[in-house]
């Protein structure tokens, strides 16, 4: 027979924090006073209490007060009575004695308040607890222990974070006066800006007049079918942030020495065709040399951090936890949603649920770092069955939940790809289909070839490309066969 463990054994004497006079003198004001439960309501639920039957009793109160019914002794014992429930309370005699034992409700505040600390403490105990058992079980063969070790880590966090978060009760609102002269403090912010850029920005005049640029707290989605350039709109995105600030860059689509190789083309000129092929000329080695040096030379290059490992949602929220502490990050970039995967804690099992959720955690993610968080996602196949194969709201692949949770949507949308005699075939529309900041609008950028980014369309190459969309209309319209009847 082995020895027992040590630790096993000193657990096994211990109890969970707790305090059955304290819950007792709160069951027992309230049988005393029934006003006394306004003081409570807000601060305590059954699951706070540690016994089973005072759980019960504090549900039964809380069913009778909150219909405006009486919960004395009598009335309360007859409620459990006709629910079947009044032995599993303890009875009409236990009822009795609280309400005898207890003097009166005059401190049933401070009796609340010592309930709740002794729940939090459990509460806090369950979830180490748990933590502790994974790291006692056995990694099971072939796993990956590491991001084993990630998630149960970022999961104590997370379940960490929520208690304390409960357990905060100091008012957090805030007067209308006060909300009015910070909207001012902001108004007067933005009349300094000469360029309209009050986030951070976005590498496009269009698009920064549009939204202002990217904004703390907000989690931005841009959507597209394949093809549509949704990477070559997170680099740019990157790359412009980058000049001023610090950006994280989650790539599931490409690896860091493809992200790289792109870089250089934004920073240098030389195509991304010319590079894959190998075949320089002289003054295009230069022309990267040159890039490189100004990039490194500005800070730029030594601003962006990329993460292109398989990504779980609790590597990326620990990954940004760690970037945004020790890096400064100001913005994170993440390609593409629909790639991320839930934990094994999280819900799994059908894609829309798995998006669903990781779609909620970016958005408070991006609350609790306080910075922008850019999601590119794929969109429904069926938009290339439409005959206008613009992206909508809710074409997010998977998961309405992203059109819910997002605070600005921009969908891109290139006729080129669909019609190949069009001429036009680098602008692209940016179409702001959801702005928690202002109007919806469509922008265009211009896709260059040679830097791998997308600039500014100018008037002309719009009512160009305008003009030529037009004139395919009307040519589909006469070249269409009539029909016989």
């Not at 304290?22 to 601060?43: F, H, P, R």
């Not at 405006?68 to 009598?74: C, E, F, I, S």
């Not at 105990?125 to 990956?144: F, H, M, Q, W």
């Not at 001429?423 to 265009?444: D, L, P, W, Y």
């Amino acid at each position: 027979m082995s020895a027992a463990n040590p630790a096993t054994t000193y657990e096994s004497l211990r109890t969970a924090p707790h305090s059955i006079a304290s819950e007792q003198s709160v069951l027992g004001g309230l049988l005393l006073d029934n006003t006394a439960w306004s003081k409570v309501k807000d601060l305590l639920t059954e699951t706070d209490f540690y016994r089973q039957d005072h759980r019960l009793i504090f549900r039964t109160a809380k069913e009778l007060l909150s219909a405006n019914q009486p919960a004395d002794v009598l009335t309360m014992s007859e409620y459990l009575d006709q629910h079947g429930n009044l032995q599993e309370a303890g009875g009409l005699a236990y009822l009795a004695i609280m309400a005898k034992d207890t003097p009166s409700s005059a401190r049933i505040i401070s009796y609340a308040e010592i309930v709740k600390t002794k729940s939090i403490k459990r509460q806090m105990i369950a979830v180490l607890s748990e933590s502790a058992d994974e790291g006692y079980r056995k990694t099971e063969l072939g796993s990956n222990e590491k991001n084993q070790i990630s998630n149960t880590i970022q999961h104590c966090i997370r379940e960490l974070a929520k208690i304390d978060a409960a357990q905060m009760d100091e008012d957090k609102s805030m007067t209308l006066a006060k909300a009015q002269r910070e909207g001012i403090d902001l108004i007067h912010k933005y009349s300094l800006s000469e360029d309209g850029v009050i986030g951070i920005d976005t590498g496009r005049t269009s698009l920064n007049r549009a939204i202002g640029g990217w904004h703390d707290t907000d989690f931005i989605v841009i959507l597209g079918r394949s093809g549509m350039g949704k990477t070559i709109e997170a680099m740019t995105n990157v790359y412009a942030a980058a000049k001023t600030v610090p950006v994280g860059f989650f790539s599931s689509e490409m690896a860091a020495i493809q992200i790289g190789i792109r870089s250089l083309s934004t920073a240098s000129g030389v195509s991304t065709v010319d590079m894959r092929l190998g075949k320089l000329e002289e003054y295009q080695w230069a022309m990267m040399a040159n890039g490189i040096k100004n990039d490194k030379e500005s800070g730029l290059s030594d601003r962006v951090f990329i993460n292109d490992s398989s990504l779980e949602i609790s590597e990326i929220e620990r990954q940004a936890r760690i970037w945004v502490r020790e890096k400064g990050v100001k913005l994170i970039v993440l390609d593409y949603i629909q790639n991320i995967q839930v934990d094994k804690r999280g819900v799994t099992g059908e894609k829309i649920k798995e998006v669903m959720e990781v779609s909620s955690r970016l958005k408070q993610l991006a609350k609790e770092l306080s910075v922008p968080i850019i999601g590119l996602s794929q969109a429904k196949q069926a938009i290339d069955t439409r005959p206008d194969k613009r992206p909508t709201a809710g074409d997010a692949a998977w998961a309405s939940q992203i059109q819910n949770d997002a605070d600005v949507m921009i969908g891109l949308y290139r006729h080129g790809y669909y019609d190949k005699s069009f001429q036009a075939k680098a602008v692209c529309e940016k179409i702001i289909m959801k702005n928690r900041h202002g109007e919806e609008s469509t922008q265009f950028d211009l896709f260059r070839t040679s830097h791998s980014d997308f600039i500014d369309a100018e008037e002309g190459q719009i009512n160009a490309y305008y003009s030529e969309i037009n004139r395919s209309i009307e040519t589909k319209k006469s070249t269409r066969q009539p029909r016989d009847f």
